[in-house]
């Protein structure tokens, strides 16, 4: 019970010391979501798969496509899916199975936006020959998105902030004890020799 009541009460003191300013809180916020859009708009998940073509990767765009089309068409006969098709045949994102994640669809490449602009989701483009090689890509889903607000996120960035500050003035406090402690020792140390050397202490013979 003592343990628990001292731990709240050197919490107490640890947290009294922390305050966060709001423009902390700001620069966090740009940090995070300095980069999205203004305006929302929609979101796409996509897969994708390539097989490069070109000088670099030996093979001919007609042979890249060509391997990639049999690779679409294993996919709608039901003998592979597009995750295992993408690890297995990928030269991009293989390890994640061609998962691009959620992009925004104003922020996809020009050739490759109109290619999904009418897919459903689980439907995948035909063959798209680039001149870096063939792609497949595949709509996973999609939705809405709508720019999140300073406002909106505001109270989980300051906790956040005042977690981290407390965090650190509490190993800042510890650091400070444990000096005074050690001086505090040393004093006690220093004075306990001197002691024995002018007054004979213990172990000395007259």
């Known amino acids: 019970m003592r343990l628990f009541s001292r731990s709240k009460v050197v919490n107490a003191m640890v947290r009294s010391r922390v305050r966060v300013e709001q423009d902390e809180v700001y620069n966090l916020f740009l940090e995070r979501y300095g980069d999205q859009p203004e305006e929302g708009g929609e979101q796409v998940r996509l897969r994708h798969i390539l097989i490069s073509a070109g000088p670099a ?14 690779v679409r068409d294993r996919i709608l006969a039901g003998g592979t899916n597009f995750d295992q098709a993408a690890r297995a045949n990928s ?36 063959v798209l020959p680039m001149s870096f090689g063939c792609n497949l890509i595949m709509l996973v889903d999609r939705r809405g998105y709508k720019p999140t607000t300073l406002e909106e996120v505001y109270p989980t960035l ?17 650091d400070k004890l444990r000096a005074e402690t050690y001086i505090e020792r040393k004093g006690v140390f220093a004075e306990t020799a001197r002691l024995q050397e002018i007054g004979g202490g213990p172990g000395r013979r007259p």
């Open 158 to 174: 300051e906790g956040e902030l005042r977690e981290r500050k407390t965090g650190e003035e509490y190993g800042l406090w510890v």
């Open 91 to 126: 030269d991009f994102k293989a390890d994640v199975g061609g998962d691009l994640g959620w992009m925004n669809r104003a922020d996809l490449a020009p050739w490759m936006a109109p290619a999904v602009s009418s897919l459903e989701p689980g439907q995948m483009t035909p």
């Open 57 to 70: 990767a030996m093979q001919s765009q007609e042979n890249a496509c060509a391997d990639l089309a049999k």
